[in-house]
Nanobody
Framework: QVQVAESGGGLVQAGGSLRLSCAPS????????MGWFRQAPGKEREFVAG????????YYAEPVKGRFMISRDDAKNTVDLQMNSLKPEDTAVYYC?????????????????WGQGTHVTVSS
């Protein structure tokens, strides 16, 4: 069983930045594919970004390309999501997900463990 904990959410004005952090309860996150998803009120959960187990490849949803960046911090054993130029439509609960098979794409059912989510609110 892998516990997943997100942190870093909060309230920010449009145009601002936030950095989310995901800490799986493993010695190293490097063995796993990791993804960030989000769910806005009244909407389905959607893929935001993913990173392969070796960090060689990253993937982004179109609405966040050029504004968000996913990365691993091996020293802290976290996978972070740097969010810049935030827009009100980025308001959502953001979830981190772990894939034991190294998957890092947009299909939620390919991930094995999920965090409880962290709230991000962007005011206009």
């Amino acid at each position: 069983q892998v516990q997943v904990a997100e942190s870093g959410g909060g309230l920010v004005q449009a145009g601002g930045s936030l950095r989310l952090s995901c800490a799986p309860s493993t010695r190293t996150s490097r063995r796993y594919g990791m993804g960030w998803f989000r769910q806005a009120p009244g909407k389905e959960r959607e893929f935001v970004a993913g990173i392969t187990s070796d960090s060689a490849n990253t993937y982004y949803a179109e609405p966040v390309k050029g504004r968000f960046m996913i990365s691993r911090d091996d020293a802290k054993n976290t996978v972070d999501l740097q969010m810049n130029s935030l827009k009100p439509e980025d308001t959502a609960v953001y979830y981190c997900a772990v894939s034991l098979r190294g998957y890092s794409g947009s299909m939620p059912d390919q991930y094995n463990y999920w965090g409880q989510g962290t709230h991000v609110t962007v005011s206009s």
